[in-house]
């Protein structure tokens, strides 16, 4: 379930400055009676490992929670998904195709050196490389983008067109600065080692075991806690467990069900986290199926009782949401709507009245979401005549056979989608000219990638009449189904540790305020 | 001591001895035995009628989601709103018929192998049992994950990951009492008189193995009990939304500080049907020694 | 023109081989062995335990084959017979029987593989039945019903039942209490009077197998060491070892 793609494409910037005032962490901002005290050692069970630790090329969630502790980016997202200052303490737009960017004069890498244009400047021209340009580079506008630095302090970026996506993006884990001088001059692998601004630096590490971090002395935005311990605890009851006994302060749940879960627990601070991510029904249109047909896709579309995900799947925790996922403030509704008759219909009409498929979920340790959700799809297609056959995979295994073949080995999997913090930002995923992983299940549709490409182009707020004419094109497509926003649960031991948990987030960082996190009692460890 | 054979008295006259045609009257004075063939016979009994009991739909959710046992939903119900109760039924009858569908797979392809032992050259014997051994050695939760990551998860893979378990032991056996009853003389006078190996095995072999092999067939059912178990615990077997008692132990995990019984009893169940079949091998075993 | 023999061992060696296929033990029991039995002619064969009585025997049911020499069937070399031309008579009434199958289908046994046609086969099984002394009624019992005699009388229906050429009893009677062995050694003889089998009557006890036998030899470690007619062998023998096993099957 930890998939995470998306695409980008030009967009029309956001106009306005924003002079960054440096967002210091509140500590104590939240939750938890006690008065934190600097210090101390924080103990952070993750619920998976971090194996994809070089930002650019890291697709996977379960690493950019870590890399966020470790890195910052250009710009952040506050609690209700603004951009706000990061690294960059201030940004201007002289038009809409030119982002200027100066730089904190406080930032400094963990082992000293003062943060740079240059860094800036390499870092992204790693995503805009023209020969090889990361999957995340679409979002600010491909290789016609160039960076340049215009004095130690100052970088510029020039796009080729207007983007909505462009300066959200910058928040995400994907495009945090890294050292370049130090990787350029060859002594610093990213694959293996991290080296950044943010508030840790990574003492020791233990593959699937546990990870050491300690207080990054010259961070520009200091930590309370002294140290943070993240062992690895992909079982979810072993995180229970460990809340429970105290062995660990703090942990991460996927599951809706963890309030219930951990309701026993006393002292015990339970936080449900809107996400922007969503989960989707990917149907596989290429080759010869019946979901080339696209009133087969309607009707499954129109099949799906996502009230009903929503309430049985995700326990009430998340939303029924469209292309735009419902976590973002003005969201555009989705056009889907439950309608049986018809899908039956479209189905009759279309010569598959007794359509069968196979739907591929993948399970880590205890994430039964994906199941659920199958399962639910199973029952509600049931009532019009569609049988669905539902099998688990091993991680890799559904990895090869849904996102690597092409065309894709599969007739429809469920998964989620990451859509970062710009609200249009996950609606490359529906064009595989924008996002080459979709090539092998998703129908080339110029026109689609047309209206998408204008949507991100459009000026005005969240809802132009170019996003909603792409988002209803996109849902009448349905091609890759959306269904419900993912929630993320995070509990913290209230009677030790103190901690801030934003109610949402955008770049799959629950840790977004690590900052803050702090043990209550010093010496108490 | 004095023979009567030349005047043939009558039967009657002799204390008849029933016929040792093996397991006519099973577990005689043997209450652990009768205990377990009524355990598996309600077991197997619910298992297989359950769609025609009352219990409810299996499938439909229908109820509150995870909550424990109510007057509406005797064993509570799942994480989908699911009543616990017909689907613990159902779930006996997927563990107990994968597992006998793979044990007996298990036997044809273990007794097969054993006889051809039993009658191969000595280096093809020891070769078998060599192998047999290393398959042996294996852990059987390893071969298990093997195999369904190989051929994908779902029942087949249950099946064949049962098989694969249940193997080595059944060819040990059937090699062994093959073995044992090739040496027996009636053998020996059947080849003379010019029986080619089909007749020996068909005549001889297999009705003297039959016990031997029923034995190790209870054993082998419960031990695919619990490798089914094991392998949908992990999500590996039995797909969604059918069920099998090991799948609902892995769904009951989960929730087992909220709605104990979720994980509890199909636990208990699963252990009650390996129980029944332990305790029917054990009394057949006992009974076989006895003669 | 002599008629070739019966069964015929020509200068044959054998040993038995143990062991793991890699690690092989040779026991070495026979080494240039001849023995020659006419046809209908019933061979005693004595000798101590090991000397490699059962190992002729085998032999010449063409059980194994001989690491040299040659064995021949009617003068042409040992193969498989056609079903029905040879049979046994082993040692153990425990074991001597399928227990699974009725004395009926046990006697059976070699007509189904002779091919005998089967209408005529019950009532053949029920007649050679009679011919060892056991009523009709023994035909639906299973072994366990029988005493370790009457087993054994069925084990002798059943090797005679198909009118055998040749015919191995080995240690037939030796399992059995002494009232019993004498009824059955008697009822070989006279079976032999009237079907003329050959045969080897394999025993340990000389006092038996010189009254059922026509030609008696003495085995010692693999080798003949006295060889005669049978009624020879009531007379104290010149031969040492001989001479040991009338002692102690005789007085
Ligand atoms: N299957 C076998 N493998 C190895 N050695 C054997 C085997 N059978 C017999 N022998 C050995 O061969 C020798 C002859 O055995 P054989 O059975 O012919 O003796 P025997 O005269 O029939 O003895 P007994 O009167 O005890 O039946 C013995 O030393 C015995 O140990
Ligand atoms: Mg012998």
Redo the contacts with the bound molecule.
Sequence with gaps: MLRALLTGGAGIAVPGVLSGCARRAEVGGGIGPATAVPGGTVIWGKSAEAIALDPPKSNLGSSWDLIQVIYDPLVELDDNLNVVPALAQSWQTPSPTEYVFSLRPDAVFSHGRPLTADDVVETFRRHLDPENPTSFASFIGGPSTTVSKLDDRTVRFRLAAPSRTFLSALSAASAVILPMKEIDAGGLDPTTEMLGTGPFLVQSHEQDQRWVLVRNPHAWRSPAADRLVIPIMPDVNSRIAALGNGSIDIADFDQPDAPLLLSSIPNLAVRVQQCTDFFVLTLNACGATPFADPRVRQAIACGIDREKIRRVALADAGEVTGVVSAAFPGAIPSSLRRDPDRARSLLAEAGHPNLRFEIIYGATAGDTVGGAITQIIQQSLAEIGVTVVATQLEEGVLNQRAWVSVPAQMDATVTYYAAFGGPLMAMRNWSPQLAPFAVGFQQKDPHLTELITQAWQAEGGVVTEAARRAAEAIEQQANTIPLVTKPVVVAYRSDRVTAKISGLDGNVDPMRHVEALSRTHVGGR | MTDSSTTGAPAAARPARSAPRSLRIPFRGDPLGWLGLLLLVLLVGVGILHPLLPLGDPLASVGPRVAGPSARFLLGTDELGRSLLPRVASAIGVTIVLSAIAVLVATVVGVAIGCCAAYASRRVDQLITRVTDVLFSFPTILIAVLVSVVLGPGRPAAIVAIVAVTLPTMIRVARAEALRIVELDFVTSAEVAGARLGWIVRRHLLPNMREAVIVQCTYSISLGMLVEGGISFLGLGVQAPDTSLGALVGAGRLYLTVAPSYLLIPGFVLGLAVLAFNLVGDSLRAQRREQ | MAEPPLVELDDVSFA???GSAWAR?R?P?LESFSLQIAPGEMIGLV????????????LCLGLMRPESGQVRFTGTPMRRQRPGTLSVVL?HPQTSLNPRLTVERSVAEPLALARADRTGRRERVLQILEQVGLDPSFAQRYPAQLSGGQRQRVSIARALVTEPRFVLF??AVSALDVSVQAQIINLIRSLQDVHRFGAIF?S?DLRATRYVADRIIV?QA?AIVDEGSAHRFYEPAKHEYTRKLQLASDI
């Design positions: 038995y081989s143990q033990v026991t029991v000798g101590e335990s090991g000397s490699g009585k059962s190992t002729v025997g085998k040692q080995d240690e394999i340990h085995l693999g």
